[in-house]
């Protein structure tokens, strides 16, 4: 089959597009023919660290066609599917009371993924296409709005009236907190790099974009918020940007991180936790109860996967090279 795989670390230039032996669907797997493919931030860090055997096929979003099935279940060939790329565990403690896996896998990145024509997944990652959506937009949700449903609806149950900040607003995981957080009936502060992003960021039906590399944003929070501060912060950037991120919660906010683009390192005055009683939450992807969840909305179109640009899988280097630019907003997806 075509694939899109790496055998060395470095930049977009070792993404290779050539043959690749197609995988075969084991006992309680389905190999699914891949029709559209999303790119994660993550397909990029994989590529300068990866603790997966060499070459690896990147790529965790995945709709396609069901192809061959090895196993039972309510799914048929020719089925048109999206895959939950939250492997969980299904063993460990938290799996038994279905809460979020403490062993969790990561399709695409610790098995093969989507930059292919063809992919192997459990059967039970498998889940109905809506089918009012084209096979691109269907690769335009799953891991990040999983992630960010995670993220704000059980981590920290941001509610209706309650504002949130979110940092890199433009990406794959801000647009889906933007929707979600409408959804939710949060007052949403974005934050943007330059005026033309805010300009194209406010289309998107936030409440306020405030230009981080121009405004002091903590101070432009607090104006926003009479002097409070916001109740959650959205956090995927981390090295930049914690420090602000803390400063601009209120009492009791809460902080809700789930990557750190700009680097791991941060330090932070603990006693701000306590006397001002903050949370932070840590989040990873989300439950198959999450996903259900997400895919029902996004199936109704009360959330709304916004496609960005779309590649073909020869396509792939210049696609990722987009992204690392920050030139995105929304999805890239790749069409295969
Ligand atoms: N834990 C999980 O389960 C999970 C799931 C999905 C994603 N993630 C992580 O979340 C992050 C975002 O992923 P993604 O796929 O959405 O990536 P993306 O589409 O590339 O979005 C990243 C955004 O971050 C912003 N940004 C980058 N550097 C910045 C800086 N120094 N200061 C402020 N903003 C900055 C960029 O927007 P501007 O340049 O316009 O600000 C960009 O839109 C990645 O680190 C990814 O690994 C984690
Ligand atoms: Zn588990």
Request: charged share 20%.
């Amino acid at each position: 089959m075509k694939a899109v795989f790496f055998e060395k670390l470095g930049g977009a230039d070792v993404l290779q597009y050539g043959e690749f032996p197609q995988p075969k669907a084991q006992s309680g797997e389905t190999l699914v023919r891949v029709k559209a493919c999303g790119v994660n931030h993550l397909d990029i860090w994989l590529r300068h660290r990866t603790n997966t055997p060499l070459p690896h096929i990147p790529g965790s979003d995945v709709a396609g066609v069901v192809e061959k099935i090895n196993g039972q279940g309510e799914f048929h060939v020719g089925d048109e599917v999206v895959i939950n790329p939250a492997i969980p565990c299904g063993r460990c403690a938290r799996c038994q009371k279905g809460q979020p896996c403490e062993l969790v896998r990561i399709f695409g990145a610790a098995t093969h993924g989507g930059y292919a024509e063809y992919v192997v997944v459990p059967i039970t990652q498998l889940h109905p296409k809506p089918k009012n959506l084209s096979f691109t937009e269907a690769a335009a949700f799953p891991l990040t709005f999983l992630t960010a449903w995670h993220m704000l609806v059980s981590r920290a149950q941001l509610v209706r009236g309650e504002s949130v900040f979110i940092w890199g607003a433009s990406g794959g995981l801000g647009m889906a907190a933007i929707q979600i957080a409408q959804h939710l009936g949060g007052r949403i502060i974005a934050a943007a790099k330059s005026q033309d992003m805010a300009k194209k960021i406010r289309k998107h039906g936030v409440d306020d974009v405030i230009v981080y590399t121009e405004e002091d944003v903590v101070g432009r929070v607090n104006s926003l918020t009479s002097g409070y501060g916001v109740d959650v912060v959205f956090e995927s950037i981390g090295q930049k940007t914690w420090n602000q991120s803390l400063a601009m919660l209120r009492p009791y906010g809460r902080a809700v991180i789930a990557g750190t683009t700009s680097g791991n390192e941060a330090t932070m005055d603990l006693s701000d936790l306590y006397v001002r009683q903050l949370s932070i939450f840590g989040a990873r992807m989300g439950t198959k109860s999450e996903f259900e969840d997400v895919l029902k909305l996004v199936g109704e179109r009360k959330l709304q996967p916004k496609v960005d640009s779309v590649f073909s899988l020869s396509d792939t280097a210049k696609a990722q090279e987009r992204m690392e630019k920050g030139e995105h907003v929304g999805k890239i997806v790749l069409e295969i």
